[in-house]
């Protein structure tokens, strides 16, 4: 359910739309609901697929649950999420050998309005595209990124990326520049090297 106050689509760098959904808890093999707003502290991964019971999706968990001791590191939220119904997700967990041990809540959008205010929603098929969106601790959206159907996303860029927006976070005034990780040399945006970046880097 979509909080009332929520009039905009999810865009970057503004506040995630609030929602609560009904999901399905794997590790506990029971329903539970989850509130965006309550996650408002920790940095949120809102990971949305196609569908249970399809081909790449399944090879898509099984690599965030592979990374999951990761996330816990750096006290990341992982929600999977899709148009699918809590009882669709305990199926399909306890026959796609992938899925086992998949230890992430998985969000049921399945009355489509999540999708809807989050921009996602393929209105041809009635599913959400897929889409990552990263929240930071204010409930601010950091990354908006969407791939084509058939093309599986990577944990290790995610990881990557997050590692750099929690670096900007607690060090606001830095800029990280392209395949930047983690201890690399950042950029501290100025005018003095508006035309030297080249030597700012070396």
Same mark, same amino acid.
């Given at each position: 359910?979509?909080?009332? %106050?929520? %009039?905009?689509?999810?865009?970057?760098?503004?506040? !995630? @739309?609030?929602?609560?959904? @009904?999901?399905?808890? @794997?590790?506990?093999? =029971?329903?539970?609901?989850? =509130?965006?707003?309550?996650?408002?502290?920790?940095?949120?991964?809102?990971?949305?697929?196609? +569908?249970?019971?399809?081909?790449?999706?399944?090879?898509?968990?099984?690599?965030? !649950?592979? +990374?999951?001791?990761?996330?816990?590191?750096?006290?990341?939220?992982?929600?999977? +999420?899709?148009?699918?119904?809590?009882?669709?997700?305990?199926?399909?967990?306890?026959?796609?050998? *992938?899925?086992?041990?998949?230890?992430?809540?998985?969000?049921?959008?399945?009355?489509?309005?999540?999708?809807?205010? %989050?921009?996602?929603?393929?209105?041809?098929?009635?599913?959400?595209?897929?889409?990552?969106?990263?929240?930071?601790?204010?409930?601010?959206?950091?990354?908006?990124?969407?791939?084509?159907?058939? *093309?599986?996303?990577?944990?290790?860029? *995610?990881?990557?990326?997050?590692? +750099?927006?929690?670096?900007?976070?607690?060090?606001?005034?830095?800029?990280?520049?392209?395949?930047?990780?983690?201890?690399?040399?950042?950029?501290? @945006? =100025?005018?003095?090297?508006?035309?030297?970046?080249?030597? !700012? *880097?070396?």
């Amino acid at each position: 359910m979509i909080e009332e %106050y929520v %009039y905009e689509i999810a865009k970057i760098d503004n506040e !995630a @739309p609030m929602f609560e959904l @009904p999901a399905y808890d @794997p590790l506990k093999d =029971s329903e539970t609901v989850v =509130s965006l707003e309550l996650l408002k502290g920790k940095w949120t991964v809102l990971f949305f697929y196609p +569908a249970d019971f399809t081909f790449v999706c399944p090879t898509e968990l099984k690599d965030m !649950a592979d +990374a999951k001791s990761r996330f816990d590191t750096m006290w990341v939220e992982i929600l999977a +999420a899709s148009t699918d119904t809590v009882f669709s997700h305990r199926a399909w967990v306890k026959h796609e050998k *992938l899925m086992e041990w998949f230890p992430y809540k998985m969000l049921s959008d399945h009355a489509l309005e999540v999708s809807e205010v %989050y921009n996602i929603l393929d209105e041809k098929t009635w599913i959400a595209w897929r889409w990552t969106f990263v929240i930071d601790p204010e409930g601010i959206i950091r990354t908006i990124e969407v791939a084509s159907g058939p *093309l599986g996303r990577n944990s290790e860029e *995610l990881i990557r990326k997050l590692e +750099a927006l929690q670096f900007m976070s607690k060090n606001p005034w830095v800029a990280c520049p392209a395949k930047w990780v983690l201890w690399n040399k950042t950029l501290t @945006p =100025s005018i003095k090297i508006a035309w030297e970046v080249f030597e !700012a *880097l070396n």
